[in-house]
């Protein structure tokens, strides 16, 4: 189960939380660094301050250092914390204050002024401020160190209470930047409420496209509802075309036949009766090839608007159609050829619909066409890939071709019913872009299925 929230309000505020969450977490990190830098560098300036007041009153006496270690040096540290010092002559004893303090004195950098460290004095984290005092003119190495140090109470507190308040002005600021950023969102979010209640308020039955006053970034969210309001019209237009097709084309022989059935009924002879069962048998036998190219023409109008068309191997496909239709009695004594290239040809294609493109012209071929032969034939040429199904018959009038390629065009030479194969044919070949041709030939006439260079597949 997901956590994710379905609310675009609820997932900006969750990014928003998520954004200040992480900037006040490096803020809250970046005021704690701050306040003890601050907190350092203030009580660092009155330790240097305090060892400085010791080092001047250190001087030597006869040979011996002297320090009289007034107690200001001291007051102006915090009553809160600890206080360690220790007065190292040049010969590097210690002259004054605890010899077990025993923290390294970096002898030259005292010569340029005081140094400044941390370390850790009977346990305790201090903060050292080491100072030197040249006590003897006549030799330059006379310098004596003061070391004063100071443990770190004063000081985490002073940090802490600094820290506190930089935080509660991120806290503060931040919610009053979530605030704001929700009454923005909220704002941001309004063209796709209207863009909602404008749906809403549709009547159920209306398919006109969405007009709505829309910023730019909800533009594309209404330009996409439209889009699919126009593909939903379109099929809609194409399920009533079926329809009307459909009740259009069975209305006619269904009357024929209970026609024939009354004639039959009232048939005054054994022959007649026969003749009208004939005559319905041979209706019924028409409405059931009807109803399956219908069923035909309804699946490939379907399938060319929602399947995409994937890889597949020409040759391998139109021979397993012929080998289907080698079956048919009428084939019996007629001579069938077979050519195709030895390499697969390869093309980005429907399966379903050409395995019923390729039936429809196979079939119209033996029930039409052949006489004593039938050539099929799948070339390739310059990623060009066609298929051709030669008989050796009559073939289609030059001034038909273009009628036989709409739905249901009268047949021809007084048979009845209306003809669809050639028909789906040609909007198979338009689904995978390519081409439906006739092309006569004495003897002979094909029938070509072309397919242009950018369906073929690599």
């Known amino acids: 189960m997901s956590l994710r929230p379905r609310s675009l309000y609820a997932r900006l505020a969750l990014g928003l939380l998520a954004v200040l969450g992480t900037a006040g977490s490096a803020l809250a990190v970046a005021a704690w660094w701050y306040a003890s830098l601050a907190a350092d560098e203030a009580y ?29 040096a001291f007051s102006v540290l915090s009553a809160r914390d600890r206080v360690f010092y220790q007065v190292v002559a040049p010969n590097r004893q210690v002259a004054a204050g605890d010899p077990s303090l025993n923290l390294p004195v970096p002898w030259e950098a005292i010569k340029r002024g005081p140094v400044l460290t941390s370390a850790t004095v009977q346990g305790q984290a201090v903060r050292v401020a080491i100072v030197g005092r040249h006590v003897q003119e006549a030799d330059p190495e006379g310098w004596a160190a003061i070391v004063l140090a100071e443990t770190r109470v004063a000081r985490v507190t002073l940090a802490r209470s600094l820290a506190t308040k930089a935080l509660w002005i991120i806290g503060l600021m931040g919610a009053i930047t979530m605030g704001a950023a929700m009454v923005a969102a909220q704002r941001a979010l309004r063209p796709l409420r209207e863009v909602a209640a404008a749906i809403r308020g549709r009547d159920a039955t209306s398919r006109a496209p969405l007009v709505v006053d829309a910023p730019p970034e909800a533009e594309v969210l209404v330009q996409t509802i439209n ?163 030669t008989d050796d018959g009559p073939g289609i009038a030059p001034q038909r071709y273009e009628p036989l390629r709409q739905p249901f065009t009268p047949r021809e030479d007084g048979r009845l019913g209306t003809s669809l194969g050639l028909a789906i044919v040609d909007e198979v070949m338009r689904a995978h872009e390519g081409e439906l041709r006739f092309e006569a030939a004495e003897p002979g006439f094909s029938v070509i299925l072309a397919f242009p260079a950018r369906c073929a597949a690599p």
Do not use: C
């Open 44 to 72: 660092d300036q009155v330790l240097v301050g305090g060892a400085l007041q010791i080092a001047e009153n250190t001087w030597m006496n006869k040979g011996v250092l002297d320090v009289d270690v007034p107690l200001s």
């Open 227 to 389: 889009d699919f309001i126009a593909r939903l019209n379109a099929r809609v237009a194409l399920m009533r075309r079926v329809l009307g097709d459909v009740a259009h084309q069975i209305r006619t022989p269904l009357t024929a036949i209970a026609a024939q059935v009354e004639l039959w009924e009232h048939a005054a002879d054994e022959s007649s009766r026969h003749l009208q069962a004939q005559r319905i048998k041979q209706r019924l036998e028409d409405v059931g090839e009807l109803s399956g190219q219908m069923l035909s023409h309804a699946m490939v109008l379907h399938r060319s608007q929602a399947v995409t068309l994937k890889p597949l191997d020409l040759t391998e496909l139109v021979r397993q159609q012929l080998m289907r239709v080698l079956e048919d009695q009428r084939l019996a004594g007629v001579e069938v050829e077979f050519q195709a290239p030895e390499q697969p040809v390869s093309i980005a294609g429907d399966v379903v619909m050409l395995k019923q493109a390729l039936l429809n012209i196979l079939g119209n071929a033996i029930a039409y066409g052949v006489r004593s032969k039938l050539s099929v034939q799948v070339r390739a040429q310059a990623q060009q890939a066609e298929v051709w199904v």
